[in-house]
């Protein structure tokens, strides 16, 4: 491996490839596709929680002039679903709808105008049944039937059990055991485009554009729901403006336009409007959480015990996965030697929830880092010093057998601290600093469905039309096509601008798992180092060999190969060689994690790590919080582009603020409260503290360069920081997020009272948790690596 | 069932083109824009003037189209994404956001540029909270808006 | 994409002609000025015009002129920008400019008039929704059904008043000239423009127009206006206070304090600051010290009723309006005229 001094552009801030495409409004985005002849299709949607449909009548939108063809959920009888354990979802649904906005029918007229007034006129017989609003009324016998028939009990969607360890005899032996509990409030992604899918029929072939981040798992559903092969879908993932995790589902709007694509030989478009993208939704579950933590006279952990329960709303989408990581990567900060895992996913008559931005993590590491605070307080112990007493070690393996390799816990938590002054800070009132660390992976270690196709492959072809990249990954505004180009370029000797790319693309490009899990850079990036080493080793040779050299003595760096422009290189190379076209793959290694039941979630090839410092005042009399500054110290193990790695530092930390303080998606009566931009808080420019962005480089030994992820990281311990923070500037805990003003001033109202300085939940509910399955932890040997 | 609702005559300067235009009175001038016009630039996010990423410049003034009906610019110049630019040559602002990464999906950025511009045109020194407060109405999910703040900032250096 | 229902626009001549329009359509018909308020409600149905009559093409419902007496009036189509950005409005009336500065956001308030904010229709969790929303919600009086959403038993409409610039203006004892139709013209005070009814907020005549906004002469009065809301932009008040406070030697002679976004229209519960008349401001007043502004604001916000219909807990809100009048009072104390000045 070249070492930092020898790279060329990784590392450094060069602008965004596709910047200037962006910044003159010339890069089309899924709804500014235009096709000649396109329909547009509007879906009607359930204005019922929940209800048996009696029939539904679509006579009289058909009679109206320009409608083209509507459809209902008998035109689309196949169940699917993003996990195979779980495909519960129809496009359209009619039997049963299952929150306000479950898809009913959908309808395809010369223009939107048209297609809304058909979806009025649809008319839809329901029979309501008796909703189920939160996790404790899903967790006892509903009223009426359960909202899918395929789980339990009751409305259980799905329960995990697992014991790492003897957690028994770690609490036996513990000086100190305490309990929390801590509740997080669903929130969404809110990305600023709203989801949009065209699809086109030629020659009896499907394209389908659409805003997605996972091309590869939207062109699977598609085939399995309209009965087509493979090959004759093809789906492209537009320009993207934003995703979040929001757009990692197959959609009811992406099946219904190739529908009536079929159906009518037109193109059909279907954009949401803001408020479908709110029912759309698949954000952050609403998490229940309970935690029980035994330490030793110098509080180093010996047993932890943590039950979650998660509020999935009315459809499984990636819910076991979620369930699962609400207990996994406890144990990849913290050197946890006996470790319980407890969690449930209801359904509830919600909007389905899914994957966002740290998938499943942000809720439990805002329950840990909180709780380990309390802890701390309880031994009088400095919380970074408890903290620092169990950090994980790097080149270790945790008990439930996630590898840890490169691990920067120590450096961010130094460099933070350092640069905020924490330790030092001078105390005023209503003044608070915060302090918390978390880990996130670097690209899932399995995929969603069982396959043993390569997680990232990558074709990389050079010839009179340049160099150009072909991979499935998928920008969705994280950098994936700098980050992949700066690969390319930095293997190549050129720079990213040189490189043309082709991405998410499933008929043009070779299998990407897509933009989730942050597996982009790490996964993708090491294909396209993969198959840029293989050109640049095709370059090389042929100079050298014209020149009679040897193959090291050719320098590739600054457009040239040797002695020869990159083009004459690349002609050369093209006569000598053939057609000048390399590959590169990526799979995890095998052994990252365990071989229990439950194991597939939480591995990852490597581990990013963060430490923020929140400073704040809050305002007693109001109990509005104004957040001052956020430093956070991050372990991207080497950036390869250090302005977008910034970006995403500074986007997490904002991300991280709103669901902090502000972001929630909440319900009254089985209707969304806040289905608009206005109503539904995110900071705007005036509400953003500064950010410090201290970028630690611990060179991961098998990142592309050393890379790890930064996407999603950074956001998550910005929450437990901020509420660390409040309670060092007033003295009470808010045990639930977001933290608004009105519950603050409560919590103090209460302490004015002499009641408990606390705000949160009270209990957790009994849950009908399974036998545990008992893991026996690695040996010493095995933790070791 | 009400009375179907003819097209009506707009005459407007767009990107300093002059533009005779039939368009229905109740379209916004976001659908002209986009629909008729195609210049897709213009970008929707909430489309009830919640979120700022529609904004295109009305005789110099940052305005949300989503917001505006035909007759309310009747006469008026409008600036929008793809206006402005010299040729291939981009405007300071479009340079800046480009350099200081002010942008990662775009979608928010047509909107907070015309914003910046329209701020730097009346303002060419802005300290950090005019820049905040000038753009205070545009929504950003994904940069944090600090580097839109180092880019407003580079764009009044670039410009002075 | 969200689009308005199909509906005609004219542009009258003159505020006159409008007038006339409007008497002549009756309820088809809705004025325009900016379309800030109007626009977002028609995509979501909740205002169904069939024509709209356009004023902001008038150039007499844009002019700000002194008045003989040294007050200003402000026709009805200025912009909320343009208010805020005026040196001399400011200087004069600073309640007003601040409430108008801090209405929603830059790009909205360069189009968005005063007369539009005084006439801003009121909120409710409840109705400003889509209709698809409205309609799993199973509709409230205000639009398409029968019952208020948030309080069952109420016999009225319990949206709230969401205006600004109404309660600064109120406060500084301003009025509103409205035209009706045939060239009548007839001024009240702005506090009588509104009706505690969510519903039918507007006391004015179906046919009339706010043509100007009438605000005597600043004299001695110092004034402020404090906006409680979750964010620093674009958000409607969760509470609003405006105070206008004139001395007379270094005692307080007057006090005027208006309330918005606590009820269904602004509340001058000017009665609630008589402890403070004919005393002194001192600084320790001003920061707590003998619990006089905490008297004066637990009783001008025994008026404040809110509701579980906006945003956050609504004891919170009574709890902060409390707080946004010591607030205002204290801004307004700031910027007053140094004692023996020009009075």
Redo the contacts between chains.
């Keep these: 491996m070249r070492r930092a001094g020898e790279l060329h552009v990784v590392g450094r801030?060069l602008?965004?490839v596709?910047?200037?495409?962006?910044?003159?409004?010339?890069?089309?985005?899924a709804?500014?596709i235009?096709l000649p002849g396109m329909l547009s299709c509007k879906l009607l949607?359930s204005?019922?929680a929940y209800a048996r449909i009696i029939s539904v009548d679509t006579s009289a939108a058909r009679a109206m002039p320009g409608v083209v063809a509507v459809i209902t959920g008998h035109d689309l009888p196949v169940k699917y679903g993003i996990m195979p354990t779980c495909e519960d979802e129809l496009a359209l649904e009619h039997e049963k709808v299952r929150f306000?906005g479950d898809p009913v029918a959908a309808v395809a007229a010369v223009n939107?105008?048209t297609a809304l007034a058909a979806c009025r006129a649809i008319r839809v017989d329901y029979e309501p049944l008796e909703a189920v609003g939160s996790i404790e009324q899903a967790l006892v016998p509903p009223d009426d039937e359960p909202i899918h028939d395929y789980a339990g009990p009751a409305n259980v969607h799905r329960l995990a059990a697992l014991e790492f360890g003897d957690v028994d005899a770690g609490f036996a032996k513990a000086a100190h055991v305490r309990e929390d509990v801590f509740f997080f409030e669903g929130n969404t992604?809110?990305?600023?485009?709203?989801h949009s899918a065209t699809a086109q029929v030629v020659g009896g072939k499907v394209t389908l554009w659409s805003s997605t981040q996972d091309p590869h798992y939207v062109h699977r559903a598609l085939s399995k729901v309209l009965g087509l092969p493979m090959g004759e879908l093809r789906v492209v993932a537009a320009?993207?403006?934003?995703?979040?995790g929001g757009k990692c589902d197959p959609f009811s709007h992406e099946i219904a336009v190739c529908k009536l694509a079929l159906m009518t030989g037109r193109p059909v478009k279907c954009?949401l409007?803001?408020?479908e993208v709110f029912y759309t939704h698949r954000g952050r579950h609403p998490v229940l959480m309970w935690v029980r933590t035994g330490v030793d006279d110098d509080g180093r952990i010996l047993a932890m015990h943590f039950r979650s329960a998660l509020d999935g709303g009315a459809y499984g989408s990636y819910g076991p996965a979620s369930t699962l990581y609400t207990g996994a990567l406890q144990t990849t900060t913290y050197a946890i030697p006996a470790y319980r895992f407890e969690g449930v996913r209801v359904f509830t008559n919600k909007a389905p929830c899914g994957p966002k931005r740290g998938h499943g993590t942000p809720q439990p590491r805002f329950a840990l880092e909180v709780h380990l605070d309390k802890l701390a307080g309880e031994l009088g112990l400095d919380p970074v010093e408890l903290r620092r007493r169990n950090y994980v070690k790097p080149f270790t393996r945790t008990v439930n057998w996630l590898r840890i390799t490169s691990c920067g816990l120590s450096e961010v938590t130094d460099r933070v601290l350092e640069a905020s002054g924490y330790e030092q800070r001078l105390r005023r009132p209503g003044h608070g600093m915060g302090f918390a660390v978390s880990s996130y992976m670097c690209g899932a270690g399995l995929p969603i469905y069982w396959n043993r196709l390569p997680h990232s492959e990558c074709v990389l072809n050079v010839g009179r039309g340049g160099v150009t990249l072909l991979s499935g990954a998928t920008e969705?505004?994280?950098?994936s096509d700098t980050v992949l180009a700066t690969i390319v370029a930095e293997e190549l000797g050129l720079g990213p601008g040189d490189i043309r790319l082709v991405t998410g693309d499933t008929g043009l490009t070779p299998v990407d798992l897509g933009s989730y899990s942050s597996r982009v850079t790490f996964m993708a990036g090491n294909a396209a180092r993969e198959a840029g080493a293989k050109m640049r080793a095709l370059l090389v040779k042929a100079v050298a060999e014209k020149e009679g050299c040897a193959a090291g003595e050719v320098r590739v760096a600054g457009g040239r190969i040797g002695v020869m422009s990159f083009e004459e290189a690349a002609l050369l190379a093209e006569e000598r060689f053939g057609t000048l076209s390399t590959r590169g793959s990526y799979t995890p290694p095998e052994g990252i994690g365990g071989r229990y039941k439950g194991a597939g979630v939480g591995p990852s090839p490597a581990y990013s790590y963060s430490a923020a410092v929140v400073d704040l005042d809050a305002d007693e009399?109001?109990?509005e919080i104004r957040v001052n500054k956020v430093w956070l110290g991050h372990d991207i193990g080497r950036s390869i582009n250090e302005?977008?790695a910034?970006?995403?530092v500074?986007?997490?930390?904002?991300?991280g603020l709103g669901e902090a303080l502000?972001e929630a998606q909440a319900y009254r009566?089985?209707?969304?409260?806040q289905?608009?931009?206005?109503?539904y808080?995110?900071?705007?420019?005036?509400?953003?503290p500064?950010?410090e962005t201290i970028l630690v480089e611990t060179v991961d030994p098998e990142g592309p360069y050393g890379a790890k992820e930064v996407g999603q990281g950074p956001l998550l311990p910005v929450i437990p920081a901020v509420v660390s923070a409040l309670h060092d500037a007033l003295g009470v805990w808010v045990d639930e997020v977001p933290i608004?003003?009105?519950k603050v001033?409560?919590v103090l109202s209460a302490r004015s009272k002499g009641k408990e300085p606390r705000y949160g939940p009270k209990g957790f509910p009994e849950v009908p948790y399974p036998a545990l399955v008992k893991v026996a932890p690695p040996d010493a040997a095995t933790a070791s690596l | 069932m009400p009375r179907p609702i003819g097209r009506e005559l707009l005459r407007v300067q767009v990107n300093g083109e002059e533009r005779e235009l039939l368009v229905r009175p109740y379209a916004t001038l976001l659908e002209v824009l986009?629909e008729e016009l195609?210049?897709?630039?213009?970008?929707?996010?909430?489309?009830?003037g919640?979120?700022g990423?529609c904004t295109v410049l009305v005789d110099g003034l940052p305005q949300l189209s989503c917001l505006l009906l035909p007759a309310q610019v009747e006469g008026a110049a409008i600036t929008?994404?793809?206006g402005?630019?010299d040729g291939a040559a981009?405007h300071a602002v479009?340079r800046a956001?480009?350099?200081?990464?002010g942008?990662?999906?775009?979608?928010?950025?047509?909107g907070m540029?015309l914003a910046a511009k329209a701020l730097l045109d009346a303002n060419p020194t802005p300290t950090r909270q005019e820049?905040?407060?000038a753009?205070?109405?545009?929504?950003?999910?994904?940069?944090?808006?600090?580097?839109?703040?180092d880019a407003v900032e580079e764009a009044a250096r670039l410009l002075s | 994409?969200?689009?308005l229902p199909p509906c005609s626009y004219l542009r009258p001549g003159s505020v006159d002609e409008a007038a006339e329009l409007l008497a002549e359509h009756g309820e088809t018909a809705m004025l325009v000025a900016g379309g800030t308020d109007l626009v977002p409600k028609m995509k979501r149905g909740q205002m169904e015009p069939e024509l709209l009559i356009g004023l902001g093409h008038l150039a007499e419902l844009r002019a700000v002129t002194e008045t003989e007496e040294g007050g200003f009036e402000i026709g009805a189509g200025v912009t909320l920008a343009a208010v805020s950005g005026s040196p001399r409005l400011a200087a004069a009336y600073p309640a007003y400019t601040r409430a108008a500065a801090l209405v929603s956001s830059p790009a909205l308030r360069n189009v968005g008039t005063i007369g539009g904010n005084l006439c801003v229709d009121t909120r409710c969790?409840y109705y400003?929704?889509?209709f698809?929303?409205r309609?799993?919600?199973g509709f409230c009086m205000k639009k398409d059904g029968d019952i208020c959403r948030v309080a069952p038993a109420s016999k009225r409409c319990r949206a709230i008043a969401s205006s600004d610039t109404a309660p600064a203006a109120i406060a500084l004892g301003a009025s509103v000239v409205l035209a009706g139709p045939g060239g009548r013209r007839r001024e009240v005070p702005v506090d009588d423009l509104y009706r505690d009814d969510g519903q039918y907020f507007l006391a004015m005549a179906a046919d009339e127009i706010v043509q100007s906004l009438r605000l005597p002469p600043a004299g001695s009065w110092g004034s402020a206006y404090v906006k409680v809301r979750?964010?620093?932009?674009?958000?409607?008040p969760l509470a609003g206070v405006a105070v206008a406070l004139r001395r007379s030697g270094l005692l307080v002679e007057d006090c005027r304090i208006v309330l918005t976004a606590v009820g269904s229209r602004p509340f001058d519960v000017s009665p609630a600051a008589g402890p403070l008349l004919g005393r002194e401001l001192t600084a320790e007043v001003l920061a707590g010290a003998d619990d006089l502004l905490a008297e004066v604001a637990n009783e001008a916000a025994k008026v404040a009723k809110p509701l579980d219909n906006a945003?956050?807990?609504y004891?919170?809100r009574k709890?902060?309006t409390r707080?946004a009048v010591e607030q205002a009072i204290v801004e307004a104390a700031s910027c007053l005229p140094a004692p023996g000045g020009p009075a």
């Design positions: 801030a602008p965004r596709e910047a200037a495409a962006k910044v003159t409004g010339s890069i089309a985005y709804d500014d235009e949607r204005h019922h306000v939107e105008e992604h809110l990305p600023m485009e709203q320009p993207h403006g934003g995703g979040f954009t409007t803001r408020e969705i505004g994280q950098g009399r109001s109990g302005l977008a910034r970006g995403q500074e986007g997490g930390v904002y991300m502000m009566d089985g209707l969304l409260r289905p608009s931009m206005l109503d808080k995110s900071l705007t420019f005036l509400d953003m500064e950010v608004t003003p009105d001033v409560r | 986009r195609r210049l897709s630039g213009t970008k929707h996010g909430c489309e009830l919640e979120c990423a929008t994404i793809e402005l630019a981009l479009q956001f480009v350099e200081r990464g942008l990662q999906c775009g979608y928010c950025t047509p540029v820049i905040k407060e753009l205070a109405g545009n929504l950003c999910r994904c940069t944090g808006y600090a580097s839109i703040l | 994409m969200l689009r969790n400003d929704m889509s698809e929303w309609q799993a919600c979750r964010r620093g932009t674009i958000d409607f945003d956050l807990h004891v919170w709890q902060m707080r």
